[in-house]
C-alpha cells in the first residue's frame, strides 16, 4: 500500500516536470515555425508585389488612346440631303519623340446619320400576332492617318493634325422582335467609298494623374521603386474632312413595292463634313 502510495506521490512529482518539457517543446516548435515562415511570406510577398505590377515597355511608354464622342456636321451639297449625325471616334497615337511633341495618329469613326422603322406581321402564315420591328440605318464610317503636333505641357495643350484616308457610306435594315434588343435578320442595301483628306485642331485639358510603383524582379531590397504616371486628359477638337463624290442613302431613300419589291434612290454629292468631338485620351 505504502508502495502505491509512493508510486502515486513519485508520479504527482513527475508530473510538472514533463508538462513543463511538454510545453517547452510546443514554445520552440512554434519559435521555429516563426522563424523560417517569416522569411518565406517575405519573399513570396516581394514575388508577388514585382510580378502583379505590369512594367510597361518603350512601345507602351510612347503609346496613347483617345475615345471621343462625335457630332457629325455635314458642309455643302452634302448639307442639303442629310442632316447631322451622331457617333463616337477612336484614335490611336504612338509618340515620335519622348515629350510627345510629334506623334503619328490614326482615326476611326463611326456615326449614325437616319433612322426609319415600322412594324409588320413576321409571316402572312402566322398573321398579326407575331410583330417585328423593321429598322433602316445610315452610316458613315471616316478612316485616317496621319501626323499630329502637340504643345506636351501646361494646363492647356494645344494640337493640329492633317491625315488622308477614306470614308466608307452603308445602309443596313434589320429585324427584331418587339420585345427583342438585337436583330436576328440584317441586310446592307447599299454601300460606297470615297477618299478623303482631314485636318483638325483641338486641346487637351489634363485633368486626372494617377501612380503605379514597381521594383524590377532582378533588384535588390535596396533598389530605387520606380513610379510608372498614367496620365488622363479631356479632348476637346474639330476636323474637317473633305471627303469626295460618294452615293450614299437617307430616310426615304428606300420605298416598298407591291411583291415584297424594293425602289432604291441614291443621292450623290461630294462628302464633305465636320467632325466635332469631345471625350478622353490616356497615356503614360
Known sequence: MASAFGLCADTRRRLPLEDFMFRSLIRRTA????????????????????????????????????????????????????????????????????????????DLAMASYGEEHFYAPLSSTIGGRIQVKVSTNNYVLPLSIGPQLMWPTGSFRPYVNAGIGTQLFFTQSGVQGTEDEFDFANTTNQSDWTSTWVAGTGVYIPIYKSKGFYRPPAASDDAPVQVVDMRFLVDVGVQYLNGGRAQYLKPGSIQDLPGGQIRITPLESDTHMLVVRLGLRWNL
Request: glycine share 10%.
Open 31 to 106: 519559435l521555429l515555425s516563426a522563424v523560417v515562415a517569416v522569411p518565406a511570406f517575405a519573399q513570396d510577398n516581394r514575388c508577388c508585389s514585382d510580378t502583379v505590377v505590369h512594367i510597361p515597355n518603350e512601345f507602351e511608354k510612347r503609346s496613347a488612346g483617345n475615345i471621343t464622342f462625335i457630332q457629325l456636321r455635314p458642309v455643302g451639297a452634302f448639307n442639303k440631303n442629310i442632316g447631322f449625325g451622331y457617333g463616337a471616334n477612336a484614335a490611336y497615337l504612338f509618340r515620335l519623340d519622348r515629350a510627345g511633341a510629334l506623334s503619328l495618329r490614326g
